[in-house]
């Protein structure tokens, strides 16, 4: 299952000559691949660029009429990626697997309330969510979020899942450490009534977008805080105060 998104791993681990800026959109492709069953990926490629953008017409003027400059190159790699490593991705055999059983016992444990958003401070619960568990990648975790598809997770195999679990008495100083920033608690409370972009919190809080980036870095941070998974796209990733933090943080205080 995922074969594909495990392939591009392997290939990563074994220093297959890919262009660092290529690295993240590729990988993003992969699981959009893997989620849609997907197996003709040079074939898709087109289709993957016009769904990502929400529009139809000849991929490399969509790419070329993007307004962000950083996007254009990684995009275009990606359109003109090498035969060779097409192949690979499609027809690599994989050598190992995790054992059945340990991955049966990690999937049961990411299932578990609360968990997953402690991991990547998303809530998956309005997406779908795919779970790969990864061999090739064993000490890390990936999430890419693809419009009109969900949610993927890749969770190396030796991830001690158990600390996502529940929440410790560190958990609880970095929440009062994060809140003790009066401007962070303002956006926390602001967060809590409603879902808000970078933008209008900076707006409505009266500060620069870089220090309203700042601060949600520490509030994402102490998990306070986390990314709406919205169907609309284009006005900017949104966020929201996780609630259920704030219950897991009273019970550490027994109130």
């Given at each position: 299952m995922f074969e594909i998104y495990e392939r591009l791993q392997i290939l990563l681990k074994d220093g297959e000559l890919i262009e660092?800026?290529?690295i993240g959109p590729l990988e993003t492709y992969?699981?959009?691949?893997?989620?849609?069953e997907i197996k003709d990926l040079k074939g898709n490629i087109e289709i993957y660029i016009k769904n990502m953008l929400e529009a139809d017409g000849e991929p490399l003027k969509l790419i070329l009429d993007l307004a962000e400059e950083s996007q254009k190159s990684p995009l275009i790699k990606l359109?003109?990626?090498?035969?060779k490593i097409w192949d690979k991705l499609e027809n690599m055999k994989i050598e190992e697997r995790v054992d059945p059983k340990k991955r049966e016992e990690m999937l049961k444990k990411l299932k578990e309330p609360g968990t997953i958003y402690r991991m990547i401070?998303?809530?998956p619960s309005d997406s779908k969510l795919f779970i790969h568990i990864s061999k090739s990648?064993?000490?890390?975790?990936?999430?890419?979020?693809?419009?009109n598809s969900g949610i993927f997770l890749s969770v190396g195999e030796n991830i001690d899942i158990?600390?996502?679990?529940?929440?410790?008495?560190?958990d609880l100083i970095s929440a009062f450490k994060a809140l003790s920033d009066e401007n962070r608690l303002k956006i926390f409370r602001m967060l809590l009534e409603e879902s808000m972009t970078t933008s209008q919190i900076a707006e409505k809080i009266g500060l620069t977008l870089s220090t309203v980036n700042h601060h949600l870095k520490s509030l994402i941070s102490a998990n306070?805080?986390?990314?709406e998974i919205s169907s609309h796209t284009g006005k900017g990733a949104k966020y929201l105060?996780?609630?259920?933090?704030?219950?897991?943080?009273?019970?550490?205080?027994?109130l």
């Open positions: 660092p800026e290529l992969c699981a959009w691949a893997s989620m849609n359109l003109y990626l090498d035969e401070a998303v809530d990648s064993p000490n890390k975790f990936n999430m890419h979020y693809i419009m158990e600390k996502f679990s529940k929440r410790t008495e560190e306070l805080v986390g990314l105060s996780n609630k259920n933090a704030l219950r897991d943080l009273f019970e550490l205080l027994d």
